[in-house]
């Protein structure tokens, strides 16, 4: 059965007054909001197919699939449902989230969202809809239970759900900080998701590349911003790239241990012929002292024009888009 409009507007009134306050502010944006997170190219096919779809949904087009295998596979309860969180940083996002190198993916190398993009949906639109179910935690946990009733609702911990901090050795709060939304599949974009949030400047331009012909119809709503406090950041990325006559200059996020990365940088010019390809194995995030400039720049000739410029880090693609050095013509 669906929960009635008055039901869920009372819920989310509840939580948003519980979580708003000095501390932790953020956390009152939540309860208004439902949340879906991709690497970037599974993203642009969702936008594109304006579906988001189940894992077994012959029609989903997913280029990657970061699931742990032994984990995926040993449960398949909720794989032919759309799948949201109530809550954004989850534990299955602290896992996959960000750029690693070799080895330090628990459940494998394939299982980890490079460049990683969170969708914003609209709560009181989606957990009114018919044959929608929920489940206080994890899908894939053996114990988990999902139920579509106001009582079954009514008794998913949510003080659990959007715990932050430390867990004081109460374990459950990891298992409720995944609690799901269960949607029929496919789950219609249009009138659901007002928002695509990205965490840099570089990593939207470079979902608005990847999205071709249509990034005019999503640019308006392809955010930059932390007001929901998103992501986890850990692992390095990149946040901005500039072209100058000299060469390409970007900025990277380093990683929390501040090792060092693997960098790549290409640039093609707008006849599509290489004009620059450089690559170090074993690159600081920022360069050293004394420099304070936050910024590296690959030196390249580079005359006025407009370049298609493309980023790896470790192996991954972590920035492509076109950028123009110089007045763009009309």
Request: with cysteine.
């Amino acid at each position: 059965m669906a929960l009635t409009v008055n039901f869920v507007e009372a819920h989310i009134t509840k939580w948003e007054t519980t979580l708003t306050s000095p501390f932790r502010p953020y956390r009152g944006r939540w309860p208004s909001r439902l949340f879906h997170h991709a690497p970037i190219e599974n993203a642009v096919k969702i936008l594109l197919d304006g579906n988001l779809r189940s894992r077994s949904d012959p029609a989903n087009q997913r280029a990657k699939d970061v699931a742990a295998p032994g984990i995926i596979e040993a449960r398949n309860h909720a794989h032919g449902l759309a799948r949201l969180y109530f809550r954004p940083r989850t534990p299955t996002q602290y896992h996959i989230e960000g750029i690693r190198k070799k080895g330090e993916c628990q459940y494998g190398d394939d299982t980890h969202a490079p460049v990683f993009v969170m969708m914003v949906f609209n709560a009181r639109n989606i957990l009114v809809l018919p044959n929608v179910r929920f489940c206080d935690r994890n899908m894939q946990l053996g114990n988990a239970e999902p139920g579509d009733s106001e009582d079954y609702f009514s008794n998913i911990p949510f003080e659990k759900v959007f715990h932050e901090g430390n867990i004081g050795g109460d374990r459950t709060i990891i298992d409720h900080r995944c609690a799901e939304v269960l949607a029929p599949s496919p789950l219609l974009l249009a009138n659901h998701l007002p928002w695509v949030y990205c965490r840099t400047a570089a990593e939207r331009d470079t979902l608005l590349y990847l999205l071709g012909n249509r990034q005019a119809e999503w640019s308006p709503r392809i955010l930059i911003s932390d007001d929901l406090l998103l992501f986890e950041r850990r692992h390095v990325f990149v946040d901005s790239v500039f072209l100058s006559s000299n060469g390409i200059d970007f900025q990277l996020s380093p990683r929390a241990d501040f090792q060092n990365v693997s960098v790549s940088v290409f640039a093609w010019d707008d006849k599509g012929t290489q004009v620059k390809s450089f690559y170090h194995p074993d690159m600081p995030a920022r360069p050293p002292a004394p420099s304070t400039n936050p910024r590296w720049r690959v030196e390249a000739n580079l005359p006025a024009g407009t370049y298609l410029v493309q980023i790896d880090l470790e192996g991954h693609l972590a920035f492509k888009s076109y950028l123009t050095l110089g007045e763009r013509l009309v």
